[in-house]
């Protein structure tokens, strides 16, 4: 009995002790995201998503996200990512931070937003419902699930082809709430849309990019960032949005501790952010009012500069937002008198026909009546000049009846200069694979800007490994060259054969040949640009087949700097050359790219290194010895010196966080392996192949 008891009091200290983290120790951070471009709808290709998507994509990789990205999904294809997304997070647990991104058209109806696919067939404004997926069926699933952080973006507000029959929708996006722990942000101020843009990237895209790159710039201010980055280039024909109700800070990257100091320090942002809108001049006033991007500041600015230029301007986002803001209000009451309170305000609103469609549904009169009780709101009515605006079909805020002036280019204490290493970014090179994203040349982050250590690394991620030096696919050659800071290049062929399809068993391929096709960019075989994308949707892996030549080889398309055909913008797919010979050690791999030194090319047809537990090649080109001890990384070590800029890795610091996992967690045949470099790389990988076999 005494040994029972002993024996029961010691597996009690393992339950209770043995899942103590050491003290002051942070939980790993799992990064995991969903970036959709859609662009090929029947009414015409949009020329922005899908690259935008793709730059997205890359830049969510470099900071540690583990990526699923795809294009052009129809209706079915949609809804089964979604799922397929949401199950991922779950599987994640709580200490996940997951960021949706959706390119393409989006539409409101009666209060909620909506992201179109491909194939929706939206002649009337009944159609919307069946054929668009309702964001809010998935965005509050996402916020119960109790993760560390949320972060939504639709970049979709913009010009609708849709639903040209019957009571028109309003335009651009519905005001909406977010959910606790959750982000949202829109590419344009609800009820307004963006202007069209020919590319190759969008403005919100390209300054989302751009901002998600600054080393320790707290989620929203980054956003804040976005919306006057976006205004600034579009001479303040856009002003994107975004909402917060997250309980957890987060940062997209960190900067080390020997960054140059930034060019306005957080002592002076505080400053400014507390700053009186009167007590500015007239130009930075705007500034701050946009920076705040809140109803009372920008009233506060028409207080102050009535007969400024800019006032017009702020009294068309004023309308937007207050119109919006009444709209939402009324929606979230759903009530005959609430909808006939919004028609006594806006009787040709943006919203009019929401209303009525509200009413028709709960059978009660189109018209308001004499009387009723009329419902509060936090905003007083519109004053007459701002009815202008709510009654257009459409509101852009460049629109020329209105005589808008550009604003003014903000000073360094409100947006620091774009950086130099993101500006005037080259095209990608056309995608070769159906649904797969483009893949852009990989611009460095500076050496002092860092994904924070606490984060897990994404598995076989090249761009995490690499985030100090550039990364380019040349779909011509087939393959990927990567420089780093001091000029030094290596090519890579990447193999065949993706390595966990190679090293997965052929009775686990026969039982599961979706697992097989699901490695890399999620395409079993695909090239260089299909391996460095992100992973493709379970349910659209299958599908990915390459795209047809219809071009001669090696044709280079009008501003295409890499022997490929731009992507298209008539609506057809785009198209790629022929391969050619993989150029000899002395010639750069991609036009544009002169390497102080060229080093060894891996032979074509040959595993990547790292890939499939091959051994990595230092920059010196000698290979590792196997099975020789290396010393392994210290705990301690942070971020930055595991992937100090020099050395070029294809992959894996991430196999050898793996590795450590596993051997922390007791898997002695594995840990028994984890005693160099090479042998952690072969213990990952065929860990990996056993779980997709599995």
């Given at each position: 009995?005494?040994?029972?008891?002993?024996?029961?009091?010691?597996?009690?200290?393992?339950?209770?002790?043995?899942?103590?983290?050491?003290?002051?120790?942070?939980?790993?951070?799992?990064?995991?995201?969903?970036?959709?471009?859609?662009?090929?709808?029947?009414?015409?290709?949009?020329?922005?998503?899908?690259?935008?998507?793709?730059?997205?994509?890359?830049?969510?990789?470099?900071?540690?996200?583990?990526?699923?990205?795809?294009?052009?999904?129809?209706?079915?294809?949609?809804?089964?990512?979604?799922?397929?997304?949401?199950?991922?997070?779950?599987?994640?647990?709580?200490?996940?931070?997951?960021?949706?991104?959706?390119?393409?058209?989006?539409l409101q109806l009666e209060g909620e937003n909506y992201f179109v696919p491909t194939d929706?067939?939206?002649?009337?404004?009944?159609?919307?419902?069946?054929?668009?997926?309702?964001?809010?069926?998935?965005?509050?699933?996402?916020?119960?699930?109790?993760?560390?952080?949320?972060?939504?973006?639709?970049?979709?507000?913009?010009?609708?082809?849709?639903?040209?029959?019957?009571?028109?929708?309003?335009?651009?996006?519905?005001?909406?709430?977010?959910?606790?722990?959750?982000?949202?942000?829109?590419?344009?101020?609800?009820?307004?849309?963006?202007?069209?843009?020919?590319?190759?990237?969008?403005?919100?895209?390209?300054?989302?990019?751009?901002?998600?790159?600054?080393?320790?710039?707290?989620?929203?201010?980054?956003?804040?960032?976005?919306?006057?980055?976006?205004?600034?280039?579009?001479?303040?024909?856009?002003?994107?949005?975004?909402?917060?109700?997250?309980?957890?800070?987060?940062?997209f990257f960190e900067r080390a501790p020997d960054a140059p100091p930034p060019q306005v320090?957080?002592?002076?942002?505080?400053?400014?952010?507390?700053?009186?809108?009167?007590?500015?001049?007239?130009?930075?006033?705007?500034?701050?009012?946009?920076?705040?991007?809140?109803?009372?500041?920008?009233?506060?600015?028409?207080?102050?500069?009535?007969?400024?230029?800019?006032?017009?301007?702020?009294?068309?986002?004023?309308?937007?937002?207050?119109?919006?803001?009444?709209?939402?209000?009324?929606?979230?009451?759903?009530?005959?008198?609430?909808?006939?309170?919004?028609?006594?305000?806006?009787?040709?609103?943006?919203?009019?026909?929401?209303?009525?469609?509200?009413?028709?549904?709960?059978?009660?009169?189109?018209?308001?009546?004499?009387?009723?009780?009329?419902?509060?709101?936090?905003?007083?009515?519109?004053?007459?000049?701002?009815?202008?605006?709510?009654?257009?079909?459409?509101?852009?805020?460049?629109?020329?009846?209105?005589?808008?002036?550009?604003?003014?280019?903000?000073?360094?204490?409100?947006?620091?200069?774009?950086?130099?290493?993101?500006?005037?970014?080259?095209?990608?090179?056309?995608?070769?694979?159906?649904?797969?994203?483009?893949?852009?040349?990989?611009?460095?982050?500076?050496?002092?800007?860092?994904?924070?250590?606490?984060?897990?690394?994404?598995?076989?991620?090249?761009?995490?490994?690499?985030?100090?030096?550039?990364?380019?696919?040349?779909?011509?050659?087939?393959?990927?060259?990567?420089?780093?800071?001091?000029?030094?290049?290596?090519?890579?062929?990447?193999?065949?054969?993706?390595?966990?399809?190679?090293?997965?068993?052929?009775?686990?391929?026969?039982?599961?040949?979706?697992?097989?096709?699901?490695?890399?960019?999620?395409?079993?075989?695909?090239?260089?640009?299909?391996?460095?994308?992100?992973?493709?949707?379970?349910?659209?892996?299958?599908?990915?087949?390459?795209?047809?030549?219809?071009?001669?080889?090696?044709?280079?398309?009008?501003?295409?700097?890499?022997?490929?055909?731009?992507?298209?913008?008539?609506?057809?797919?785009?198209?790629?050359?022929?391969?050619?010979?993989?150029?000899?050690?002395?010639?750069?791999?991609?036009?544009?790219?002169?390497?102080?030194?060229?080093?060894?090319?891996?032979?074509?047809?040959?595993?990547?290194?790292?890939?499939?537990?091959?051994?990595?090649?230092?920059?010196?080109?000698?290979?590792?010895?196997?099975?020789?001890?290396?010393?392994?990384?210290?705990?301690?070590?942070?971020?930055?010196?595991?992937?100090?800029?020099?050395?070029?890795?294809?992959?894996?610091?991430?196999?050898?966080?793996?590795?450590?996992?596993?051997?922390?967690?007791?898997?002695?045949?594995?840990?028994?392996?984890?005693?160099?470099?090479?042998?952690?790389?072969?213990?990952?990988?065929?860990?990996?192949?056993?779980?997709?076999?599995?």
């Amino acid at each position: 009995m005494k040994h029972q008891r002993n024996l029961v009091m010691a597996l009690l200290s393992v339950l209770v002790f043995g899942g103590l983290a050491p003290a002051g120790a942070q939980a790993a951070e799992t990064r995991v995201a969903l970036v959709i471009g859609n662009a090929n709808y029947p009414s015409g290709v949009l020329p922005t998503p899908a690259n935008d998507a793709g730059l997205i994509a890359q830049t969510l990789q470099a900071a540690g996200f583990d990526v699923t990205g795809v294009r052009d999904l129809d209706q079915d294809s949609l809804r089964k990512t979604f799922r397929d997304f949401m199950a991922k997070v779950s599987a994640a647990g709580p200490d996940t931070v997951a960021l949706i991104y959706l390119s393409g058209y989006g539409l409101q109806l009666e209060g909620e937003n909506y992201f179109v696919p491909t194939d929706a067939n939206i002649a009337r404004d009944v159609n919307v419902s069946s054929e668009a997926l309702r964001l809010s069926d998935y965005t509050k699933p996402l916020a119960a699930l109790g993760i560390k952080v949320s972060i939504v973006v639709l970049d979709g507000a913009r010009a609708s082809p849709f639903a040209k029959s019957g009571p028109p929708l309003a335009s651009g996006l519905a005001l909406v709430e977010p959910d606790p722990g959750t982000l949202i942000a829109f590419n344009a101020a609800p009820g307004t849309v963006a202007p069209d843009e020919a590319g190759p990237y969008s403005s919100y895209a390209q300054a989302l990019a751009e901002m998600m790159r600054e080393g320790g710039l707290p989620v929203t201010d980054l956003f804040n960032r976005v919306r006057l980055r976006v205004n600034d280039a579009t001479k303040g024909a856009q002003v994107p949005w975004n909402a917060s109700k997250l309980e957890a800070p987060f940062y997209f990257f960190e900067r080390a501790p020997d960054a140059p100091p930034p060019q306005v320090s957080p002592e002076q942002t505080s400053s400014i952010r507390s700053k009186p809108i009167r007590d500015f001049d007239a130009r930075d006033a705007y500034l701050a009012a946009l920076d705040r991007d809140n109803l009372q500041d920008y009233e506060n600015f028409l207080r102050a500069y009535p007969n400024d230029p800019m006032a017009r301007r702020v009294q068309a986002i004023v309308a937007a937002r207050r119109e919006a803001i009444t709209w939402r209000r009324s929606r979230s009451v759903d009530t005959p008198p609430a909808y006939w309170s919004y028609l006594r305000r806006y009787r040709r609103g943006s919203h009019a026909n929401d209303a009525r469609r509200r009413l028709a549904y709960l059978t009660a009169a189109l018209e308001p009546p004499p009387r009723f009780e009329i419902i509060s709101y936090d905003v007083p009515p519109p004053p007459p000049e701002e009815v202008i605006y709510v009654e257009r079909p459409v509101l852009i805020f460049d629109d020329p009846d209105f005589g808008f002036e550009p604003p003014p280019p903000p000073p360094v204490f409100f947006l620091p200069p774009r950086p130099v290493y993101f500006v005037d970014l080259a095209p990608p090179p056309p995608a070769v694979y159906e649904y797969v994203l483009p893949v852009p040349v990989y611009v460095p982050v500076p050496v002092w800007v860092n994904t924070p250590e606490y984060v897990a690394p994404p598995p076989n991620n090249v761009i995490y490994n690499n985030i100090h030096n550039t990364v380019v696919v040349n779909n011509t050659t087939n393959t990927v060259v990567i420089t780093n800071p001091s000029g030094q290049t290596q090519t890579f062929s990447p193999p065949a054969q993706a390595p966990a399809a190679q090293a997965q068993p052929p009775a686990a391929a026969k039982s599961s040949p979706s697992s097989a096709a699901i490695v890399g960019a999620g395409v079993a075989g695909a090239g260089a640009a299909a391996l460095l994308a992100p992973s493709l949707p379970p349910s659209v892996a299958p599908k990915a087949i390459p795209i047809q030549n219809t071009n001669p080889p090696n044709t280079p398309s009008p501003g295409q700097t890499q022997p490929t055909a731009t992507p298209s913008a008539n609506g057809k797919p785009p198209v790629v050359g022929q391969p050619s010979p993989t150029p000899s050690p002395t010639q750069p791999a991609a036009p544009g790219q002169a390497p102080k030194t060229t080093l060894p090319e891996t032979k074509a047809g040959q595993p990547l290194p790292g890939s499939g537990g091959q051994p990595l090649s230092p920059i010196d080109g000698k290979p590792p010895v196997v099975g020789q001890p290396s010393p392994s990384p210290s705990p301690t070590r942070s971020a930055r010196a595991r992937r100090e800029p020099g050395p070029i890795t294809w992959p894996p610091p991430a196999t050898r966080s793996g590795c450590s996992r596993s051997a922390r967690s007791g898997s002695s045949a594995c840990a028994s392996r984890c005693r160099s470099f090479a042998a952690r790389s072969t213990c990952w990988a065929s860990r990996r192949a056993s779980s997709i076999a599995g």
